[in-house]
């Protein structure tokens, strides 16, 4: 069955750097469009970043110009690297998966996304 396993959260302080990773097995991972997801306490869970099969890629506005995404077929792994990290990324972040045409779409609705791992809690301190 499918199965994505996040990894690399932690506590930093404003300013700082994270680089999160998600493995996924189960899947032929390089069919799929892949997304980031993160839920604030408190809050629903919204859309980060999308990378799609061709490489594509969709950004929330909130993180744009500070969240990188990406992806190696190879290792059927995706990443988000995020820098300049604000107290108001702190959430639990999820990935995602959707098999997709090669250029997918630009969608970050979470809906659109049947696949899920259990998260990864990103902590941003002031």
């Known amino acids: 069955q499918v199965h994505l396993a996040e990894s690399g959260g932690g506590s930093v302080q404003a300013g700082g750097s994270l680089k999160l990773s998600c493995v996924a097995s189960?899947?032929?991972?390089?069919?799929?469009?892949m997304g980031w997801f993160r839920r604030a306490p408190g809050e629903e869970r919204e859309g980060v970043a999308r990378i799609n099969r061709g490489g594509s890629t969709t950004f929330a506005d909130s993180v744009k110009g500070r969240f990188t995404i990406a992806r190696d077929n190879a290792k059927s792994t995706l990443y988000l690297q995020m820098h300049s990290l604000k107290p108001e990324d702190t959430a639990m972040y999820y990935c995602a998966a959707v098999v997709c045409s090669w250029d997918g779409s630009a969608s970050l609705r979470e809906t659109d996304f049947p696949y899920w791992g259990q998260g990864t809690q990103v902590t941003v301190s002031s």
């Open positions: 189960g899947i032929t991972y390089s069919l799929y469009c």
